[in-house]
């Protein structure tokens, strides 16, 4: 009765955060699409920088606040800790506001060549801490198991910048650009702490000094996930950049959206791990193998029972999902589909086995996991598309997937934990019913 219910609320968790990702994921498609109509290209263009200069600056001032702050926060359920974080979210929101502040002269004049946007950049530093904020109360929500809240609030969030921004972009044009992204930001943030339960928001119980004492174990693990994500986001960055040099601007664009759609699919299924799962699994003892290898194969199954069935649609109507999202200039991107999409069930199985290295706070350990597959990964990219071009860069996504699997199947066994033959199974079949799927369309052609 305890597994069925175990497993019963794994399929509800996932099926309310992945739907919240997905009402997510639609909003911001309908903002992209609004400022496309209304303000045009160079508006999409100037969203895209505004946006990439934030998510770097805050992603290494926030050292991770959000998933480290979760972890802590599902270990000891203590009220200090959570009080800490909200504390350390205002510092490192703070911080990332004054970094902005002191290189926008810098920014500017290296994105545009001038500083005519030093000041809109400057102003961006509010977005930066409203973000951080926000990511304080996400932990808190997360960390204590309330994922309903946590998934409404980040629903309402993004609606309710969306509206905000819609009138901005009719009375501002251009300048409107950067107010919609610091209104975008507050916004989610406001609500975000309207949902963490009242009694966690009480007066404060400890000074700032005790703050630093009993956040900054959870910050130096953060600085190590910080690191790995910059090494991530490096591997992929020089990887579109060789594409750009040795081959043109409109292969980067067709793989950049081919990319995007598989990760964005991925990432609905994905978001739950990160906010339930990681807080189950963090709130286990090392000593309880049973109830850690247990939860492990539970996760494993419920995901793939609920993906792989989409993955398999969305190989069949390939065509028909590229249209519809882009438009037929992106066709040639189809081949890349059936092996990425065929990574996707080995993805969620790496992805299980990683957080259990994340939830023991092994920050070193899952550095050197995420460093040596960035660095394969990267050469089995090169090579696979000097030689396939994007039909076998598909199939180097599954063999980047693969070998991720393993490294954190060795990681994961320091632990004694690791997937079962069943699971295997079930991995191995996911996989080749999205690649059989993927021969179905070429037979009709």
Same mark, same amino acid.
């Given at each position: 009765?305890?597994?069925?219910?175990?497993?019963?609320?794994?399929?509800?968790?996932?099926?309310?955060?992945?739907?919240?990702?997905?009402? !997510?994921?639609?909003?911001?498609?309908?903002?992209?699409?609004i400022?496309?109509?209304?303000?045009?290209p160079?508006?999409?263009?100037?969203?895209?920088?505004?946006?990439?200069?934030?998510?770097?600056?805050g992603?290494?001032?926030?050292?991770?606040?959000r998933?480290?702050?979760?972890?802590?926060?599902?270990?000891?359920?203590?009220?200090n800790?959570?009080?800490?974080?909200?504390?350390?979210?205002?510092?490192?929101?703070?911080?990332?506001?004054?970094?902005?502040?002191?290189?926008?002269?810098?920014?500017s004049?290296?994105?545009?060549?001038?500083?005519?946007?030093?000041?809109?950049?400057?102003?961006?530093?509010?977005?930066?801490?409203?973000?951080?904020?926000?990511?304080?109360y996400?932990?808190?929500?997360?960390?204590?198991?309330?994922?309903?809240?946590?998934?409404?609030?980040?629903?309402?969030?993004?609606?309710?910048?969306?509206?905000?921004?819609?009138?901005?972009?009719?009375?501002l044009?251009?300048?409107?650009?950067?107010?919609?992204?610091?209104?975008?930001?507050?916004?989610?943030?406001?609500?975000?702490?309207?949902?963490?339960?009242k009694?966690?928001?009480?007066?404060?119980?400890?000074?700032?000094?005790?703050?630093?004492k009993?956040?900054?174990?959870a910050?130096?693990?953060?600085?190590?996930?910080?690191?790995?994500?910059?090494?991530?986001?490096?591997?992929?960055?020089?990887?579109?950049?060789?594409?750009?040099?040795?081959?043109?601007?409109?292969?980067?664009?067709?793989?950049?959206?081919?990319?995007?759609?598989?990760?964005?699919?991925?990432?609905?299924?994905?978001a739950?791990?990160?906010?339930?799962?990681?807080?189950?699994?963090?709130?286990?003892?090392?000593?309880d193998?049973?109830? #850690?290898n247990?939860?492990?194969?539970?996760?494993?199954?419920?995901?793939?029972?609920?993906?792989?069935?989409?993955?398999?649609?969305?190989?069949?109507?390939?065509?028909?999902?590229?249209?519809?999202?882009?438009?037929?200039?992106?066709?040639?991107?189809?081949p890349?589909?059936?092996?990425?999409?065929?990574?996707?069930?080995?993805?969620?199985?790496?992805?299980?086995?990683?957080?259990? !290295?994340?939830?023991?706070?092994?920050?070193?350990?899952?550095?050197?996991?995420?460093?040596?597959?960035?660095?394969?990964?990267?050469?089995?990219?090169?090579?696979s598309?000097?030689?396939?071009?994007?039909?076998?860069?598909g199939?180097?996504?599954?063999?980047?997937?693969? #070998?991720?699997?393993?490294?954190?199947?060795?990681?994961?066994?320091?632990?004694?934990?690791?997937?079962?033959?069943?699971?295997?199974?079930?991995?191995?079949?996911?996989?080749?019913?999205?690649?059989?799927?993927? #021969?179905?369309?070429?037979?009709f052609?």
């Amino acid at each position: 009765m305890t597994n069925r219910v175990t497993t019963k609320s794994i399929f509800k968790s996932v099926i309310t955060l992945g739907g919240s990702q997905g009402l !997510i994921v639609v909003c911001s498609l309908v903002r992209a699409k609004i400022v496309a109509i209304l303000l045009g290209p160079a508006a999409t263009g100037l969203f895209a920088i505004f946006n990439n200069v934030v998510d770097v600056v805050g992603g290494v001032t926030r050292l991770d606040i959000r998933r480290v702050a979760q972890r802590e926060i599902s270990r000891t359920g203590s009220r200090n800790v959570i009080e800490a974080v909200l504390k350390t979210s205002w510092l490192l929101g703070l911080l990332g506001g004054l970094m902005m502040v002191v290189l926008s002269p810098l920014i500017s004049k290296t994105t545009f060549s001038n500083f005519d946007m030093t000041f809109q950049f400057v102003s961006l530093g509010v977005a930066l801490v409203a973000l951080s904020l926000q990511e304080g109360y996400y932990s808190v929500m997360t960390g204590c198991g309330d994922t309903k809240r946590f998934a409404i609030s980040q629903v309402l969030g993004s609606l309710t910048g969306l509206i905000v921004s819609i009138p901005l972009f009719l009375c501002l044009g251009l300048n409107s650009i950067v107010p919609s992204i610091i209104v975008y930001s507050v916004s989610s943030a406001f609500i975000a702490r309207c949902f963490v339960k009242k009694e966690l928001l009480s007066d404060p119980m400890i000074r700032w000094h005790d703050v630093v004492k009993t956040i900054m174990p959870a910050l130096k693990f953060g600085l190590w996930i910080t690191v790995a994500a910059f090494i991530t986001r490096a591997g992929d960055y020089c990887f579109i950049a060789w594409m750009n040099d040795n081959w043109s601007i409109d292969i980067v664009g067709v793989y950049s959206a081919g990319s995007t759609m598989i990760n964005r699919g991925a990432g609905l299924i994905l978001a739950a791990l990160a906010a339930d799962y990681y807080t189950r699994i963090s709130a286990i003892s090392n000593s309880d193998l049973y109830s #850690l290898n247990h939860l492990v194969k539970q996760q494993i199954n419920v995901l793939l029972a609920l993906s792989v069935p989409c993955l398999v649609i969305f190989v069949l109507f390939a065509k028909t999902f590229v249209v519809l999202f882009y438009s037929t200039e992106y066709l040639s991107v189809i081949p890349y589909f059936t092996g990425a999409s065929a990574s996707v069930p080995i993805k969620i199985a790496s992805c299980v086995l990683a957080f259990i !290295i994340l939830s023991r706070g092994a920050g070193k350990m899952y550095l050197l996991c995420e460093t040596i597959s960035t660095l394969i990964g990267l050469t089995i990219n090169i090579l696979s598309f000097k030689s396939g071009g994007l039909a076998l860069l598909g199939y180097a996504a599954l063999a980047n997937e693969i #070998l991720y699997l393993i490294i954190v199947s060795i990681a994961s066994r320091c632990y004694k934990v690791g997937i079962g033959v069943k699971e295997i199974l079930f991995i191995l079949i996911s996989t080749g019913s999205i690649i059989l799927s993927g #021969l179905i369309p070429t037979c009709f052609d």
